[in-house]
């Protein structure tokens, strides 16, 4: 099993998590997740707005596809990787998409700024969760929407779940920097009652919370455990610090894990419901 360029197609140039990233979860997660985003929230032309977290820019340029030209749209992310390729991808358009480098948290923007902020799967990363909720409130103008998609609970997903079981030990034992909750992070904002509570804390008013299901469809599934975790180093870089002790971690997690995965075997991908909540609240 091999890390770096032959573990996922590049999209600008070959190897980089942040580009298997985008090439990787983009068609199989992220991408059919924005939809989903955009039909529970459809901005309307002309809207204003700022997409925390954006990471590679999936839903940024859904985003700005649906405001049109002459509406500002601007990504923040805190990973510079993930923004390289974002700026990459972006399409032409007028005023330029914009990119900045930054913490949720602690936005270098002015208030109401905005009219519409969103951000889909990053505030369960963040550290501080009600600071950026409160920032989001922050930047918005009066009367504007936050959209923020989270996952539900790891009790919703049983694959990740067994991946997680079987990761759990062998992290220390290969020696990764990486602990089990930054493995389970994605997961770790599943309840409900806490996720509303953000919102209201923060000022939010009128806060809805939905749930919404895709199946992710992921590629190559003979590869799939290398190019899964590969790709997760872009949220955590820290995972891939020492190649020989990753890719014996990798060869390790796809054996203990071969049987559960074969479960999601659709043909020539690997199908895995994932579900979600997506918080409509407004300011």
Same mark, same amino acid.
Request: hydrophobic share 45%; charged share 20%.
């Given at each position: 099993?091999?890390?770096?360029?032959?573990?996922?197609?590049?999209?600008?140039?070959? #190897?980089?998590?942040?580009?298997?990233?985008?090439?990787?979860?983009?068609?199989?997660? /992220?991408?059919? =997740?924005?939809?989903?985003?955009?039909?529970?929230?459809?901005?309307?032309?002309?809207?204003?707005?700022?997409?925390?977290?954006?990471?590679?820019?999936?839903?940024?340029?859904?985003?700005?596809?649906?405001?049109?030209?002459?509406?500002?749209?601007?990504?923040?992310?805190?990973?510079?990787?993930?923004?390289?390729?974002?700026?990459?991808?972006?399409?032409?358009?007028?005023?330029?998409?914009?990119?900045?480098?930054?913490?949720?948290?602690?936005?270098? =923007?002015?208030?109401?700024?905005?009219?519409?902020?969103?951000?889909?799967?990053?505030?369960? /990363?963040?550290?501080?969760?009600?600071?950026?909720?409160?920032?989001?409130?922050?930047?918005?103008?009066? #009367?504007?929407?936050?959209?923020?998609?989270?996952?539900?609970?790891?009790?919703?997903?049983?694959? /990740?779940?067994?991946?997680?079981?079987?990761?759990?030990?062998?992290?220390?034992?290969?020696?990764?920097?990486?602990?089990?909750?930054?493995? =389970?992070?994605?997961?770790?904002?599943?309840?409900?009652?806490?996720?509303?509570?953000?919102?209201?804390?923060?000022?939010?008013?009128?806060?809805?919370?939905?749930?919404?299901?895709?199946?992710?469809?992921?590629?190559?599934?003979?590869? /799939?455990?290398?190019?899964?975790?590969?790709?997760?180093?872009?949220?955590?870089?820290?995972?891939?610090?020492?190649?020989?002790?990753?890719?014996?971690?990798?060869?390790?997690?796809?054996?203990?894990?071969?049987?559960?995965?074969?479960?999601?075997?659709?043909?020539?991908?690997?199908?895995?419901?994932?579900?979600?909540?997506?918080?409509?609240?407004?300011?």
């Amino acid at each position: 099993m091999t890390t770096g360029p032959d573990l996922a197609p590049a999209t600008t140039s070959p #190897g980089s998590p942040a580009e298997a990233y985008e090439a990787y979860y983009g068609p199989a997660i /992220f991408g059919p =997740l924005s939809e989903v985003t955009l039909a529970t929230w459809q901005p309307p032309a002309g809207t204003s707005v700022l997409d925390v977290a954006c990471g590679t820019g999936i839903l940024t340029r859904r985003l700005a596809e649906a405001v049109g030209d002459g509406a500002p749209v601007v990504g923040v992310d805190l990973n510079p990787a993930m923004l390289e390729v974002a700026r990459a991808l972006a399409p032409p358009r007028d005023p330029p998409l914009r990119w900045l480098e930054g913490d949720g948290a602690a936005l270098t =923007l002015p208030d109401h700024a905005f009219d519409a902020v969103t951000c889909q799967q990053g505030l369960q /990363f963040f550290p501080d969760r009600a600071g950026g909720v409160r920032e989001m409130r922050r930047v918005l103008r009066p #009367g504007g929407t936050a959209t923020v998609v989270v996952w539900q609970g790891i009790d919703h997903h049983p694959l /990740f779940a067994a991946l997680a079981d079987v990761e759990a030990p062998l992290l220390a034992s290969y020696g990764l920097p990486t602990t089990v909750d930054e493995v =389970l992070a994605p997961f770790s904002l599943g309840d409900e009652g806490g996720l509303t509570g953000l919102f209201e804390d923060a000022g939010f008013d009128d806060v809805e919370v939905t749930e919404a299901s895709i199946v992710a469809r992921f590629p190559d599934p003979d590869r /799939f455990v290398a190019r899964l975790e590969y790709a997760y180093a872009a949220v955590v870089p820290a995972f891939i610090e020492d190649p020989a002790a990753f890719e014996a971690y990798l060869e390790a997690v796809d054996a203990g894990t071969a049987d559960v995965v074969a479960r999601y075997r659709d043909g020539d991908h690997v199908a895995v419901p994932m579900h979600t909540r997506i918080v409509v609240a407004h300011a």
